[in-house]
């Protein structure tokens, strides 16, 4: 996206929509995150759900891919808790 001035420009718009959108999803649960977190949670999540898509993407075999799904799903659940992520 920095290829260009307008890119980056759109790129740095969307990412400040998000980390307002990650902050006020956090304070529903009268939890606290400062705008630095917030970045840094939007890019732990856009990471680990590319992750979890390439890895599903490999395994066709079962009971594998059931493990690996449920193993994803309980991440990215994970990845949505801010409180957990800070203990």
């Known amino acids: 996206m920095a290829s260009t001035p307008e890119l980056e420009q759109l790129q740095a718009e969307h990412n400040d929509k998000a980390f307002h ?3 006020a999803s956090q304070e529903k649960f009268s939890r606290t995150v400062t705008p630095e977190q917030a970045q840094a ?19 066709t075999e079962q009971p ?3 493990i690996l ?4 799903k309980k991440t990215l659940r ?10």
């Open 21 to 23: 959108r990650i902050i």
């Open 41 to 59: 949670l939007a890019r732990l999540r856009h990471n680990v759900a590319v992750a979890c898509l390439s890895a599903a993407a490999d395994v």
């Open 64 to 66: 594998e891919r059931d």
């Open 69 to 72: 799904l449920n193993w994803c």
């Open 78 to 87: 994970l990845v949505y808790d801010i409180d957990k992520l800070n203990a």
